[in-house]
């Protein structure tokens, strides 16, 4: 096993754009792609080390980038200052959405015709937002994702299987958007699946979050389970007839 890695250029118009691509070259190609939406902060550390797990899972795996030139915030302010104009214009979001996943597609050792998408945080958010969009990947994975409806999907028919992992304790999210969330995808006719991890908070799957009084801490145990989650969920997609 050797994992590969580098970095991909695309394009919103004049934005470039910078995904982190990561494979294992001993695995036999064409294979399944992944696409790794980020947190709130960008294109880190964090998910180019997931786009690396799943690499040795015998995936190609792509840290999207939404903010350009990969860009990343230094703490919660710029974060925010970051991620605003993206929850504001939910179009802007659904389309550098789809474009990073038109760059995924295109990388030689990916069937394009096998693909997912999975997301922290903000990043949950962008991958439910592609599945509204009724996007043909096979399968979409939210981590402790923000689940509000952008508004501009209703009536879509959603293709994707969706895999929502939340913590119960989340206050960035109530349980009544989850019920919510529940109904939407259900009208929209999606093979869905939510867990719900008790005593868990926000960006559970993240060692660097512990800060009770803003709703961020890392659960060790939640962490495993939901990446067993999604590793049985990606066999499924990818291996059912």
């Known amino acids: 096993m050797t994992i590969q890695t580098r970095e991909v250029e695309y394009f919103d118009g004049d934005t470039r754009l910078l995904g982190f691509l990561a494979w294992d070259d001993a695995r036999t190609i064409p294979m399944p792609g992944v696409l790794i939406a980020h947190m709130w902060g960008g294109r880190e550390a964090f998910v180019c080390d997931k786009a690396r797990a799943l690499a040795e899972l015998g995936y190609a795996a792509f840290a999207l980038d939404l903010y350009g030139d990969a860009r990343t915030g230094s703490g919660p302010e710029e974060n925010a200052r970051l991620m605003q104009p993206f929850l504001d214009d939910r179009v802007l979001l659904q389309r550098r959405m789809s474009l990073s ?78 019920v919510a969330l529940e109904q939407e995808l259900t009208e929209a006719g999606a093979d869905w699946q939510i867990h719900v991890y008790g005593h868990t908070m926000h960006a559970f799957t993240n060692p660097k979050a512990n800060d009770p009084g803003f709703g961020t801490v890392y659960n060790p145990v939640a962490d495993r389970r939901s990446w067993i989650a999604m590793q049985n969920f990606l066999d499924e997609i990818f291996t059912a007839p």
Do not use: W
């Open 101 to 178: 996943l038109a760059a995924l597609r295109q990388q030689p050792m990916v069937d394009p015709d096998k693909t997912a998408a999975i997301g922290y945080c903000f990043g949950g958010l962008c991958v439910l937002d592609l599945a509204r969009t009724g996007a043909d990947v096979a399968g979409v994975v939210s981590f402790h994702g923000l689940l509000k409806p952008p508004g501009n999907t209703q009536g879509n028919r959603i293709q994707a299987k969706v895999l929502v992992l939340h913590g119960h304790d989340d206050p960035m999210v109530p349980v009544e958007d989850v």
